[in-house]
């Protein structure tokens, strides 16, 4: 933290952005660690938020080959879970591909990984 402006209230900005109240603070002599002190209720969301913040997202680039009913079932589940995925898990889901194999008309690509 000493070369590094900032991260102090980043550490608090993402507790207090996800609801999480501190009950105590303490910072190391050396000024590398920062401890919180948060209710056991509270203490998955903390940790949620601090990964959130501090932890890089991974990108997880998905091509569909088939646009069946299990396609369209995974893709509507990749749709409504994208955002507890990115949250919880810290990836980021992307979509590059849709395509049906069967008759070769319904390709759709997109690029920009």
């Given at each position: 933290?000493p070369q590094?402006?900032?991260?102090?209230?980043?550490?608090f900005?993402?507790l207090?952005e996800s609801g999480v109240?501190?009950?105590?603070?303490a910072q190391g002599r050396?000024?590398?660690?920062?401890s919180?002190v948060v209710?056991?209720?509270?203490?998955?969301?903390?940790l949620?938020a601090l990964h959130?913040a501090f932890?890089t997202?991974v990108?997880?680039?998905?091509?569909?080959?088939?646009?069946?009913?299990?396609a369209?079932a995974?893709?509507?589940?990749?749709?409504?879970?994208a955002?507890?995925?990115?949250?919880?898990?810290?990836?980021?889901?992307r979509?590059?591909?849709?395509?049906?194999?069967v008759d070769?008309?319904g390709?759709s690509?997109?690029?920009?990984?």
């Amino acid at each position: 933290m000493p070369q590094t402006a900032g991260v102090a209230g980043k550490f608090f900005d993402a507790l207090g952005e996800s609801g999480v109240n501190v009950l105590a603070i303490a910072q190391g002599r050396n000024q590398r660690n920062i401890s919180a002190v948060v209710s056991a209720a509270d203490s998955d969301r903390a940790l949620q938020a601090l990964h959130a913040a501090f932890l890089t997202i991974v990108p997880i680039a998905v091509a569909v080959i088939g646009a069946g009913e299990i396609a369209e079932a995974f893709l509507s589940s990749i749709g409504m879970q994208a955002k507890e995925l990115a949250e919880v898990v810290g990836s980021d889901i992307r979509i590059i591909a849709v395509c049906d194999p069967v008759d070769r008309s319904g390709c759709s690509w997109q690029l920009g990984f």
